[in-house]
Structures are given as C-alpha cells and as structure tokens.
C-alpha cells in the first residue's frame, strides 16, 4: 500500500463524511448556480473547516467558476480539491514539520495542550522517531497535577526505550525540568520532551505554570525549549482550536500537533488551524501506537480526504 493509500485508509471518516457529502450536492444539484455554491459552503462549515478558510475556500470558486464559465457542475469537486490544496500550500510555503535532525544539542521540545488530547502518547511517537535515528531521547514527566501522568509516561518510555526523569505527585514542575535539563546536558542527551499537564485548579495556574517552565528551560539550555507543540485533538473540531488560544497568548507555540484523525469525521479541522491561529500544523496522529504519527503535508492530506 502506497504512503496516500494509508492515509486514505486512517482518514476513511473525514472522507466519508465530508467529501463525499459535497460529492453528493454536486451530482444532486447538476448545474452551477448560487444554491449549489451555498450547499458546498454549509458542508464545508459543517465539517469543521472554520468560517475564515471557507469563505476563502468560496470565493475563489466562484471566481474560477467565473473565468472559466463553468456551467455543468462535474468539474467541480476536482476544482475545489485544487483550490484547498492552492491555499494550503501558499500557507504553508517555508514551513516544515517535526525537525528530526536538529543542530543544536540537548534539542529542548515542550508539549502543551489541553488533558487528553493525546500529549503523552504523541511524545512516545515522537521519541520513538528520533531514537529511530539514533539519539539518546530523555523524557521528562513534567505533569504532576495527575497522580498516573508520570507512571503512564514511565510505561511508554519502556515500550519506546527512552530514558525518563520524573518526580513525586504535586512536585514543581519547572524544578523538575530544571533537574531535568541539567542533567540532560551532563549526560549528552540529544533530545529531551518535556510532558505537561493539561489541567490544573485553574487556567490561569495552568499558563503560570507552563510560563514558568518554559523561563526555566531557557535558564539551563540557552533558548530552549526549541520547540513548543500544542496537541490538539481532531475529534473536538473547532471547540479545540477555539481552546488552543489560551496557549497560543501565554507561550511561543511553534506548532500544531493535531491527534485523533482516525476516529473522526472531523478531519476537516486541519485544513482551518494556519488560517485561524497563525500557526502551522507540524504533524498528525492517526491512531494510539506509536507508529502512528506522520508529518503535516498539507496537499497529500487534502488528496487523501478527496481521492477515493
Ligand atoms: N484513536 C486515537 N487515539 C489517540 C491518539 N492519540 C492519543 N490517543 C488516545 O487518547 C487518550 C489520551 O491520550 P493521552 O496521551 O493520555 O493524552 P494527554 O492527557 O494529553 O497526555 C489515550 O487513550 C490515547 O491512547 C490518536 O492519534 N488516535
Ligand atoms: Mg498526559
């Protein structure tokens, strides 16, 4: 099976769901005219793409529909996919995803979000692959709000083969990066993923606190963390970009890692994310092992949701 087929296959849902529902208006529909551009606009909401990117999505249709006088409606899907995948990859121009080979050493990356998006299982994945190239990988349980947080980071660092520094239930999470980071450098670790808590008395603690780390981090390893990716769970659709603005004004996110593709109709929520917070998708999860995770490419995702 070719690397689309397997997207294809994990995105089935989003595809079902939302393509062949836009499939479907057009064939129903069979001429272009206002309601059939108005039909393709509810699907496109509907499926969690955000109001911003389809009114983009909607205007360039109808431009093309314009220049091109297109009449009969059978072009249409395949004018819409080129015109998603247009956009997208003008937004996209210059960025990149996860970065695996790093230049600087110990390579810091914080993961934020909120609990249960997947934070825990993406840094295994996320491990996984660089100790697949060969680094030493440190994970630091840096979540000790939840009495199970570090014993189920514990478990994936076994699984994966990572090393792991935690501490106590109810420990200071910036001094148990603190520990972390220094001996990350004593010890020449290449990479170190730091996990944090989702959930806290309050919100505004929550983003103290991630501050906090986040000024600790750079105290040890100058300029780190390098990275800071927030997970955000495909299953919530716009409920979970809408929360990804409480971390995006407290912290330097550098990307979206977006989880839960698999069992979602929601898919759609990606094509959304770089218009609505000014901030790149890097990678995607698409089920619980840890092979399950894969680099952000904007134009084969949006193949995968369109292409039978
Ligand atoms: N289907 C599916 N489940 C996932 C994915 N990522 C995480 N999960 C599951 O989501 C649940 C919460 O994940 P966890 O890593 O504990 O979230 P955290 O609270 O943010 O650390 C777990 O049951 C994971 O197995 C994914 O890409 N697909
Ligand atoms: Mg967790």
Redesign the pocket.
């Known amino acids: 099976m070719s690397i689309l087929d397997k997207l294809k296959k994990k995105l089935a849902k989003t595809h079902n769901s939302f393509v062949k529902r836009i499939a479907e208006v057009i064939r129903l529909r069979g001429k272009v005219d206002e309601e059939l551009i108005e039909e393709i606009e509810d699907v496109l909401i509907q499926a969690d793409l955000g109001v911003n990117i389809t009114a983009k999505i909607i205007n360039n249709l109808e431009e093309k529909i314009r220049i091109k006088k297109i009449k009969n409606s059978d072009k249409i899907y395949s004018i819409l996919e080129e015109i998603i995948i247009d956009i997208l990859e003008e937004e996209y121009e210059g960025t990149s995803g996860i970065d695996y080979s790093p230049a600087v050493k110990p390579h810091v990356i914080m993961f934020v979000g909120v ?2 998006t997947g ?3 993406t840094i295994a994945k996320v491990a996984n692959r660089y100790l697949d190239r060969g680094d030493r990988v440190l994970l630091v349980a840096a ?1 000790t709000f ?1 009495a199970a ?1 570090h014993k ?2 514990d478990i994936w660092a076994k699984d994966v083969g990572a090393d792991i520094i935690g501490s106590k239930h109810g420990a200071d999470p910036a001094s148990v990066v603190y520990n972390a980071l220094t001996s990350a450098k004593a010890k020449n670790y290449d990479v170190v993923l730091i ?1 944090t ?2 959930r806290l008395h309050t919100k505004v603690n929550l983003m103290k606190e991630l501050e906090k780390i986040n000024r600790t981090a750079d105290k040890v390893v100058k300029n780190s963390p390098h990275e800071t990716y927030l997970v955000i769970d495909a299953t919530t659709g716009q409920n979970g970009v809408q929360q990804a603005k409480n971390f995006i004004q407290s912290l330097p996110i550098s990307g979206v890692i977006l989880t839960k593709l698999d069992g979602t109709a929601k898919g759609g929520v990606a094509i959304g994310i770089k218009d609505k917070l000014d901030i790149p998708v890097k990678a995607i999860c698409t089920g619980e092992k840890v092979e399950d995770i894969r680099q952000f490419d904007a134009a084969n995702f949006v193949r995968a949701i369109f292409e039978d």
């Open positions: 609990n249960g934070k825990t299982t979540d939840r947080a189920q980071l996990d808590a989702g």
